[in-house]
């Protein structure tokens, strides 16, 4: 199954539901629509020839998900894509909010030997430039435990490891705001009213929306151990 010859929508497809399912767990239709900016009856369509090819498994009203099968073709899509944004934006100086469409056309090269060539050139980056992971040439996902600002108590900090790439505005607002990947932040306020946070990012105070705050995700600092009353210094 895995070197069935799909065609580029059927690849766009996979890749999008394998994005949905590790962003929200889950995949449906009108997220799928939102993804891929086509029309929900056209969703419904085609996950019913994924069904049918035994890359999605797929029930009307019940939701759907990959297959092994499909699973295994979207994360090496997956990494063709993410790997191309490496290269896009170290190499030849793209911004990342540029990137996106750009690597969803370089994506449908297949040629495991230029991916891999890729993969070396770079130096077998882990995360692409939104700190999304690359999986390896075996599929293998790199794991970390992040944690979305908006979830953040007033006084914890962390540095930035991924911002979401659901929106180019999303990440150009991320820019203004001093928040890139490995930016150190600190939470200061959480304001109920809204869901804004206001905090520090490397020295610059700001108020982020609740939106931001969902979308940029952090690595806990680790609290310094305390010392034992009685204890060695």
């Known amino acids: 199954m895995l070197n069935m010859n799909v065609n580029p929508t059927t690849e766009d497809y996979l890749r999008s539901l394998y994005k949905l399912e590790s962003r929200d ?3 449906t239709n009108a997220a799928l629509a939102k993804e891929l900016n086509v029309t929900s009856a056209a969703v419904t369509d085609m996950l019913r020839k994924l069904d049918e090819l035994g890359l999605v498994s797929y029930q009307k009203y019940k939701g759907v998900t990959l297959t ?8 090496r899509i997956t990494r063709r894509h993410r ?3 490496v290269f896009l934006i170290q190499h030849l100086r793209f911004a990342w909010d540029e990137v996106h469409d750009l690597a969803n ?10 991916t891999d060539r890729l993969d070396e050139f770079l130096g077998y980056p882990q995360h692409d430039p939104h700190g999304d992971p690359i999986p390896t040439r075996d599929g293998v996902i790199p794991v970390r435990i992040l944690t979305p600002i908006g979830q953040l108590q007033p006084g914890e900090e962390g540095a930035v490891q991924r911002v979401s790439d659901e929106f180019p505005e999303l990440l150009r607002y991320a820019v203004m705001v001093g928040l890139s990947l490995g930016s150190h932040i600190k939470v200061m306020e959480r304001i109920q009213f809204d869901g804004s946070v206001r905090l520090v990012a490397d020295g ?3 108020v982020i929306s609740a939106k931001l705050a969902e979308s940029v995700f952090v690595q806990l600092a680790t ?6 009353a009685g204890g060695k210094k």
């Open 25 to 27: 767990l889950k995949a």
């Open 68 to 75: 092994k099968s499909g699973l295994a073709i979207a994360t």
């Open 83 to 85: 790997l191309w944004e």
């Open 105 to 114: 056309q370089l994506e449908h090269i297949r040629s495991d030997e230029l």
């Open 204 to 206: 610059r105070e700001s």
């Open 223 to 228: 609290a310094p151990a305390k010392k034992k």
